[in-house]
């Protein structure tokens, strides 16, 4: 079994940056695609990043050129930078990890989620 935290949501103004993280715990033997999803209020789940174990990635148009996302494979951790932050960027980001557990086998795990939110 594994688990996935974020961390690193909050307040900020339009224009600011915030850079979420993302840890998976627990006992596992590898981690391949993990990912930034975002749900506004009302609306559905959507991605806004991710990165394979090879280093591909792939953005989400609205936010293409403000955020990075990245990892530190030795430490399990995804970061997602968030620069030039808009209104519309306010929503729970979610963590998602595709894991290899020791019992569950291969398998994706969802964070709880930490909530941006940008004021303009």
């Known amino acids: 079994q594994a688990q996935v935290v974020e961390s690193g949501g909050g307040l900020v103004q339009a224009g600011g940056s915030l850079r979420l993280s993302c840890v998976v715990s627990?006992?596992?033997?590898?981690?391949?695609?993990m990912g930034w999803y975002r749900q506004a209020p009302g609306k559905q789940r959507d991605l806004v990043a991710v990165?394979?174990?090879?280093?591909?990635?792939n953005y989400a148009d609205s936010v293409k050129g403000r955020f990075t996302i990245s990892r530190d494979n030795a430490k399990n951790t995804v970061y997602l930078q968030m620069n030039s932050l808009k209104p519309e960027d306010t929503a729970v980001y979610y963590c998602?990890?595709?894991?290899?557990?020791?019992?569950?086998?291969?398998?994706?795990?969802w964070g709880k989620g930490t909530l941006v939110t940008v004021s303009s």
């Open positions: 998602n990890a595709d894991v290899d557990a020791v019992v569950a086998g291969r398998k994706r795990y």
């Open positions: 627990g006992s596992i033997f590898s981690i391949n695609e």
């Open positions: 990165l394979t174990s090879s280093g591909s990635t």
